[in-house]
């Protein structure tokens, strides 16, 4: 298991006219961290992608716990369930910087998939040889 944790903050365009961040913006905030956990673990997207398998969101569920507001630093922990093999389980939480309260919480599964085919297919062997590295190093540290 993966964890990495990914700071942004709520932008004006984000929040509804009471200040609310609007709900559907929290799936954005979660494909932004998956996005940074891999790029830090030295697997970019675009790397998956320049090697011929996409990662399509074959499902996806967040679950509102209390309200983000415009110019709140959410801090948003990304947990890479399990080792990648067809699918990617990724579990999010999501909390106001140097808070314990959790607003929302969420869950968001990828499939590798060939994209001449249109099939799910392996993980390719560069993302497991990533996370393996990356566990390895959580491990020793």
């Given amino acids: 298991m993966l ?6 903050r709520v932008r004006y365009r984000e929040a509804d ?6 709900h ?9 961290a998956r996005t940074e956990a891999l790029r830090a673990i030295g697997l970019p997207y675009k790397a998956i992608e320049d090697g011929g398998v996409i990662m399509p969101v ?13 110019d709140d630093l959410l801090e948003i922990e990304t947990v890479f369930e399990e080792m990648p093999r067809v699918r990617v389980p990724i579990g999010y939480t999501v909390r106001r910087a140097g808070e314990e309260a959790v607003l929302a919480t969420g869950r968001v599964v ?4 060939d994209p001449a085919r249109g099939r799910p297919i392996p993980a390719p062997a560069a ?15």
């Fill in 3 to 8: 964890s990495y944790v990914y700071r942004r």
């Fill in 110 to 113: 990828l499939c590798f998939v």
């Fill in 58 to 70: 074959v499902e996806a569920s967040v679950r509102y716990l209390a309200s983000a507001y415009y």
């Fill in 127 to 141: 993302v497991r040889d990533a996370f393996a590295r990356a566990e390895n190093a959580a491990h020793d540290a």
């Fill in 17 to 22: 006219p009471m200040g609310v961040a609007y």
């Fill in 24 to 32: 559907t913006h929290y799936l954005d905030y979660f494909e932004e």
